[in-house]
């Protein structure tokens, strides 16, 4: 039985449980019990874990703390959907307790575990039990226990995983939604795998990717910005990385370093504090800055006496982070060409591709925050299950980011209506904020798979009718879903209807579908828009 892991078991144990969850990504993705085609959870999970996987591949002899923070740091960035940010997290709370440590017994792994269930509490703003919350943290409460029984990782990771299948089993009959459907959580069988996994790469067995769910690689965070050789105003481009020793804030770093120079790229990423800046005087950049820990690196180049060739090589390999050149700016998440068209005329500044079926990571939407030139960035997400991960990306970048919590694509132009670019930051995030309340959305889908659910019996390739974010219909004539949504909005008084038709749509049906809301609802005014996306076929936004 083993006793202790270094930083090769633990990239082991990683590895092992990203090739699991790949495996078993299906199964995770039919235990989604709501029938609507979406960024499921196994996949989400899948592509968050892998990222560290691929990380963590190109790491030659870590430490067990460098192995850790690696998968903390690359998952962070390729977290996707709401399980796929929560794993993240989980596993930054681990990382944060197995920072520089060389080795861990049982008795850290369950304070490790503790530490990452607290990370994960901390971040979802409503847990709920029944979820891959409840799971980790009544198995990380039962290893803490083990682990004073006996120091062993391998027994303490056992009890650890036999809690956790009973957590699991009880999901069942903590959420009405799966107790009806009879199955467990998906999120809680995905961390149930992992756990498992693990402990196989402890005992020495190791779990072989499969072909198809080959690791993605992620692209590094952003580190610095770019910059300009000519008319240069500060000779000196200073770069350095601190390791964070204190509880001193970064802000008040940028701040002093704001006033010493220009093109400053301060990123705060807990453990470490990165900078770019260009200034006459590096050495009082870096008198201020040791107060906050020791050097890692230090880079500084007369930029005057370089080549302007080798600078602009050098900038094209470097993540760019864009210069302010306005207060305000915004970031939207949609797919299809119509609906991007839509919030482009709106004035949105940068569309992430993305939505049901193909959630964006955390490291998506950064790179699209920080392509925009402006101090603070808005994020539409557009869908629940981006939210989270767009709500991680103001600690990944200098510029301030705010996540208004838009659920569906017509919440999104709504709130578009009442930006003012002109205004402030908080009036503008009250304003998107109230605005998604003034919208409701429908949207009229295909089942992805059979299933009994709210009362519906639901067979596969039925189309779905969904009101916000409940099902109203299923049929398999999709006239008679069109007829009653039109009657919905008749009978609740709605004065202006969208209807935005998807790829699998032509434009003759579309017209016909529009023609029949407005004879229903001869007192709304009835407008059609190719937006273009898959999956839906509807979009329908009623004010």
């Known amino acids: 039985m083993k006793q202790v892991i270094n930083g090769a078991d633990f990239r082991r144990m990683i590895v092992n449980a990203a090739a699991a969850i790949e495996h078993n990504k ?38 067990l703390g460098q192995a850790a923070k690696v ?7 390729g977290a996707r959907g709401n399980s796929g940010v929560i794993l993240s997290l989980l596993m930054r709370g681990i990382s944060q307790k197995l920072k520089d440590q060389t080795d861990c017994d049982g008795v850290l792994w369950a304070a490790a575990l503790q530490e990452g269930v607290d990370a994960a509490y901390k971040a979802v703003m409503k847990p709920a039990e029944g979820t891959i919350l409840t799971v980790a943290r009544l198995s990380a ?5 083990a682990a004073q029984e006996n ?77 300009d050789t000519e008319d240069i105003t500060f000779t000196y481009c200073t770069e350095f990385i601190i390791s964070r020793e204190n509880d001193s804030d970064p802000d008040a770093l940028r701040a002093f370093l704001s006033q010493l120079g220009d093109s400053l790229v301060l990123v705060d990423d807990e453990e470490i504090i990165k900078v770019h800046v260009h ?23 007369n930029m005057r006496l370089q080549h302007t060739e080798k600078v602009l090589s050098e900038n094209e390999k470097a993540p760019k982070i864009a210069e302010p050149e306005k207060p305000l700016g915004v970031v939207s998440v949609c797919a299809g060409e119509g609906l991007a068209d839509v919030f482009s005329n709106l004035g949105v500044d940068a569309i992430i591709s993305g939505g049901q079926t193909m959630n964006p990571s955390t490291q998506d939407i950064l790179e699209a925050v920080n392509t925009v030139p402006a101090e603070t960035v808005f994020v539409l997400p557009n869908n629940k299950n981006i939210i989270m991960a767009a709500e991680q990306v103001n600690d990944l970048t200098p510029k301030n980011v705010v996540v208004i919590p838009s659920k569906t694509v017509p919440q999104g132009v709504t709130a578009m209506l009442s930006f003012n670019p002109e205004g402030s930051v908080e009036e503008n995030t ?29 067979h596969e390739g039925d189309y779905l009718a969904l009101y916000g974010s409940q099902l109203f219909g299923t049929s398999q004539d999709i006239k008679v879903l069109l007829r009653s949504l039109a009657e919905k909005i008749r009978d609740d008084g709605k004065e202006y209807v969208t209807i935005y038709y998807g790829a699998d749509v032509k434009e003759k049906h579309a017209q016909k579908a529009a023609d029949l809301f407005a004879d229903i609802c001869p007192n709304a005014d009835v407008n059609l828009l190719s937006g273009g996306q898959p999956v839906y076929y509807y979009l329908i936004s009623a004010e």
Do not use: C
């Open 151 to 227: 120091n062993f990782i391998e027994f303490v990771q056992e009890a650890a995983i036999a809690e956790a299948r009973t957590a699991l089993a009880n999901t069942v009959n903590q959420n009405p939604v799966l107790k009806k459907a009879g199955v467990v959580d998906a999120g809680g069988k995905g961390w149930l795998v992992a756990l498992e996994a693990m402990l196989a790469a402890l005992r020495g067995e190791d779990v072989a990717a499969p072909e198809a769910g080959r690791a993605t690689e992620v692209k590094d965070s952003a580190d610095f910005s770019d910059f």
């Open 26 to 63: 299906q199964a995770l993705n039919e235990l989604n019990v709501f029938p609507v085609p979406d960024g499921d959870t196994g996949t989400n999970m899948s592509m968050t874990i892998n990222a560290a996987a691929a990380d963590l591949r190109k790491t030659e002899d870590p430490t």
């Open 71 to 77: 998968a903390a740091s690359a998952m962070l960035r």
């Open 279 to 301: 200034t006459n005087d590096p050495g009082a950049a870096l008198h201020e800055a040791v107060n906050y820990g020791s050097f890692v690196t230090v880079k500084i180049e």
């Open 430 to 458: 009250e304003a998107l904020t109230q605005a998604l309340s003034t919208v409701d959305t429908m949207q009229i889908t295909y089942a992805a798979r059979n299933s009994d659910f709210d009362g519906y019996d639901i």
């Open 141 to 145: 409460a039962q290893a803490g226990k």
